[in-house]
Each structure stands twice: as C-alpha cells, then as structure tokens.
C-alpha cells in the first residue's frame, strides 16, 4: 500500500510539474520589449545563415512543395524566407509566436516583400491557434526549450496537423559543448535532453520518424502524427 501510494503521489507531482511553467530561466530574456529588441539583432545577425548552414537544414527536412508549413516560434521570421522556398508558390508559411511585437514585425516583413502565401498569427504560452488539420508540417528551430507547457502546445499541434503530418524539433543538446554556451548555462537553460525530448513528445501521440545531427551541438528530430 505505502509503495502504491508514493507511486501515485510521484505521479501526481510529475502531472503538476509540467502543468507549470518550465523554461522560466530560458525565457528570461524575453521578458521585456527591450530583451526581445535585442534578441531580434540576434536572431537575424548576418553571419547566422552561415555559422548555423540553415539552408542545408532546411533541405535536409525534404519540405513538400504546396505544403502549408508552420514556423512555430518564428521570432523575428528568421526562417520564413527558406520555408516559403520549400513550400513554393502553391504552399503557404504560418508564423506563429507569442510576442506581440514579435507578430507585428513579422508582419510588417510580410507586406514590405508583398509575401501573399505568408501570414503571422499570434499564439498563447499553451495554444498555437492554428486551426484543426490545417498544417502539414510544423518546425521548432530552437524552440522546444522554450515552452513553458510542452504537453499543451503538442496536443495543440497535434490536432492542427493533418494525418500524417509532420513535426521537426531543432534544438541543442544538453550535454554536448556549445561554442556560445558555458556547460552550466547549458543546464540551466535547456530543460531535456535529445532522448528525453523523444520521449515527452511520443508520449503525446507522436512517433519518431527519423533523427539525425545538424551541428555537433544541435539535433534535428522529425515526428508523425499518430492517429
């Protein structure tokens, strides 16, 4: 009986911790509108397409052209241009963030290179707001470690994605060096990692597909949706 019971108290305690916020410390430098301003400098620093080879990332998730694709923490839309490549004029590009001003500059990059198959949608901590079978594919570049309620926002996409849909998740390890990153800040700052990663998200009705390495430091994870 005692064991049964502290069984289901862990259980319990487990439920209610991920029902909080969990990247507290990763979003702190979110907090404020004058954090995001100079997270906006990072996020489209001109030597990152470089540094990250984010064209070869995006080839090696073999998007399908006429598919509509959401970026899911798309910032300042820093991958809206390769996305929109992929989908090709028949696909569409959602750019989905939280950030109020994250939205509106996104927005404004739409209309000033008159993007017609693009739109941003702003989202909350635990819904991405797209609408049932929508997409077919969502990507989190450097993402999943910021959500403060991962198991809300999967069964979310989960439901906006079409059968067979697919979900990439981009993220860091976190126990491999990171070039820009102190071995502490990396455990301070990334929740889970890659396994434990694999296992919260098929938990939520998702099945690995395939996984591979883009950087030494940074996985690429590519889930199905099942039914």
Do not use: C
């Not at 923490?73 to 939280?98: F, H, K, N, Q, T």
Request: aromatic share 8%; glycine share 6%.
């Amino acid at each position: 009986m005692a064991r049964t019971t502290a069984a289901a108290w862990l259980l319990t305690a487990w439920s209610l911790d991920l029902s909080a916020q969990v990247a507290l410390k990763a979003n702190l430098e979110y907090r404020t509108a004058e954090a995001r301003e100079r997270a906006v400098t990072e996020m489209t620093h001109p030597v990152r397409p470089q540094v990250e080879r984010t064209a070869d990332l995006v080839r090696s998730l073999q998007l399908k052209p006429g598919s509509a694709i959401a970026d899911i923490g798309s910032g300042a839309g820093y991958l809206i241009p390769y996305l929109r490549a992929e989908a090709g004029p028949a696909g569409s590009v959602i750019a989905v963030d939280i950030h109020t001003d994250f939205v509106g500059l996104v927005s404004r990059k739409i209309a000033a290179q008159g993007w017609s198959n693009v739109r941003a949608l702003r989202a909350t901590e635990r819904d991405p707001r797209l609408a049932g079978n929508s997409v077919d594919t969502a990507v989190m570049l450097d993402t999943y470690h910021h959500l403060d309620y991962p198991l809300d926002v999967l069964d979310q996409l989960r439901t906006a994605l079409k059968p067979g849909g697919r979900m990439y998740v981009i993220d860091y390890y976190r126990s491999r060096k990171h070039p820009g990153a102190s071995d502490a800040d990396l455990r301070s700052h990334i929740r889970l990692d890659r396994d434990e990663v694999i296992r919260e998200v098929e938990a939520r009705r998702f099945r690995l597909v395939r996984g591979w390495d883009h950087l030494p430091h940074e996985y690429v994870l590519e889930f199905v949706r099942r039914d």
